[in-house]
């Protein structure tokens, strides 16, 4: 859902709502679509793929170019792997459209994608759902005539949120944005925001938060700035309150707490299962392989496995083996 910036610091944010000129020029030049290697895990059914119910099957997994959509890819490629199938590895297909015109045509046959982005970006919808699971059944049903089936959503949701630094936190006990809107009303001086230029224009952003929240924030209590920037500012206390992805793994690693979007307000970006129609109905086993992973990928676990490479510098795939070997989902060396 990030805008602008190195891949792993602030990709999540293209997942949401990237250039179409960045995706269109990808599928002018064929640039991803064409290239892959071979997944070679050593890897054997754990809790998934037992019997190797995709024995025999040649899929193609990808995915966009950020940690978050790296590991997810990864994760898909392994447990079809897992399953019997042999895979090629196409993830890393630069900006949003890219790697859903991939499936949809059928260079692949699955990746990882987020509801949110399908709803407004793809099938061009200004007003997001509120409810989740409404949100992943609008989309479902509205992407079934273009040939692509869309599995069951994860707890996963990729959306913006404003977290504080711990001392902060302890100094003024804000839970949610309803209580960032009361201090803002009660010690306006209090509330100073960072954020990103996009956010603080969109009606999905800044402007929209305040509608729904009636809070008011001065525009000399608000700074703009690039989103890798906005995650150490806000970690040292230089404003109160930062613009974050909530699954981004920097939360976490900086200590940071997340106000809880008690009214709903911000779009929600829940990632599932998006398959190629037809490579489903020829291999039907692909949506048992994957469910018991989806049901298993939250924010918690997003935010663990985006910091091991965001923070840590492991590689994006490894991180992906490690967790699927960790929750018993494979077995192998």
């Keep these: 859902m990030r805008r602008g910036g190195a891949v792993a610091a602030s990709g999540v944010r293209r997942s949401k709502r990237a250039g179409v000129l960045a995706g269109a020029l990808v599928l002018a030049s064929g640039c991803g679509l064409t290239s892959g290697s071979p997944m070679v895990d050593d890897v054997g059914p754990g809790s998934i793929g037992r019997g190797e119910p995709l024995k025999g099957a040649h899929l193609t997994v990808t995915s966009k170019e950020f940690t978050e959509q790296l590991v997810l890819g990864a ?135 305040e509608k729904a929240y009636g809070m008011r924030v001065p525009a000399g209590n608000v700074t703009q700035m690039d989103t890798g920037i906005i995650y150490t500012q806000v970690a040292k206390g230089s404003c109160t309150y930062g613009e974050v992805f909530t699954t981004d793994g920097r939360i976490r690693s900086m200590h940071l707490a997340v106000m809880a979007d008690d009214r709903k307000f911000f779009p929600n970006y829940n990632v599932a299962p998006e398959i190629n129609s037809k490579a489903l109905r020829k291999h039907p086993a692909i949506a048992t392989v994957l469910d018991p992973i989806t049901k298993k990928l939250n924010n918690s676990v997003a935010q663990t496995l985006n910091a091991k490479v965001d923070v840590d510098g492991e590689d994006p795939h490894q991180v992906a083996l490690d967790w699927m070997k960790q929750e018993g989902f494979v077995t192998g060396g």
């Design 75 to 209: 994760i898909m490629g392994i447990a079809f792997e897992a399953a019997g199938a042999d895979v090629l590895d196409r993830t890393g297909i630069q900006g949003s459209i890219g790697a859903r015109e991939a499936v949809k045509s059928g260079d692949a046959d699955a990746m990882y994608e987020y509801t949110g982005t399908a709803w407004i970006t793809y099938l061009g919808n200004g007003t997001p759902i509120a409810n989740p699971q409404q949100q992943w059944q609008a989309v479902r049903d509205a992407d079934a005539k273009n040939g692509l089936t869309w599995l069951a959503p994860s707890a996963l949701n990729n959306t913006y949120a404003l977290a504080m630094n711990d001392a902060n936190f302890k100094k003024y006990r804000t839970r949610t944005l309803s209580d960032v809107a009361a201090l803002a009303k009660s010690d306006p001086k209090a509330v100073t925001l960072c954020v990103e230029s996009e956010f603080a224009n969109r009606a999905d952003g800044l402007p929209g938060m």
